[in-house]
């Protein structure tokens, strides 16, 4: 079965840089676009950013543009998001997500969630 | 404020039937892009509820429905159970953000 599971985060310092992993499996990696969403704390959901596994190429919100970087290893099956210049507001749970191909721009598996806390 | 609009929260009784409402705009929704509709329960990750407008992945009971019209999507769910208390989120793709945007999420209490 199709299964995202992430790791990284933790507690950073404002002004520094986390870097969360999504590892894929039980599909072939390379068919689906990966996205990362997250979540602050009691609040809605938040697009950040695609990634294609073929190329590498990537799309980002306005927002992170900047400071966000997605890349990823094939031949682990692995996409990455790296966030700098965190600041409070940047404290959310983040979400590795996979787009569906037969439906388009759907997000039709997560991952668990990685929760990262800004805090001095 | 989210791209789209989900009203805060909805309730409802026991075996009664609720609906939350998606509003969008001509660069989402009245653009033609589909409506995709999440179920998220405490403490875990959304899952996908509605695909496409109204269709629903398999194991997903057909107690909840979804539909479309014009800048708009509803999620209808009826028979209520308390299983289904949770924050349900809207999603569409944004043309003029070139990028996938979310409804505010709207939390569903079974009273």
């Known amino acids: 079965q199709v299964q995202l599971v992430q790791s990284g985060a933790g507690v950073k310092k404002p002004g520094a840089s986390v870097k969360v992993s999504c590892k894929a499996s039980g599909y072939t990696f390379t068919d689906y676009y990966l996205h990362w969403v997250r979540q602050a704390p009691g609040q809605g959901l938040e697009w950040m950013g695609i990634i294609n596994p073929i190329g590498g190429s990537t799309n980002y919100a306005q927002k992170f543009q900047g400071r966000v970087t997605m890349t990823r290893d094939t031949s682990t099956s692995t996409v990455h998001m790296e966030l700098s210049s965190l600041r409070s507001e940047d404290t959310a749970v983040y979400y590795c997500t996979r787009e569906g191909v037969i439906v388009e721009r759907v997000f039709d598996s997560w991952g668990q969630g990685t929760l990262v806390t800004v805090s001095s | 404020q989210s791209v789209l609009t989900q009203p805060p929260s909805v309730s409802g009784a026991p075996g009664q039937r609720v609906t939350i409402s998606c509003t969008g705009s001509s660069s989402n929704i009245g653009a033609g892009y589909d409506v995709h509709w999440y179920q998220q329960l405490p403490g875990t990750a959304p899952k996908l509820l509605i695909y496409?407008?109204?269709n629903r992945p398999s194991g997903v009971p057909d107690r909840f429905s979804g539909s479309q019209s014009g800048t708009s999507a509803s999620l209808a769910i009826t028979g209520l159970q308390a299983e289904d208390e949770a924050d349900y989120y809207c999603q569409s793709y944004d043309s003029s953000l070139s990028g996938w945007v979310f409804g505010g999420g709207t939390k569903l209490t079974v009273l």
């Open positions: 496409g407008n109204s």
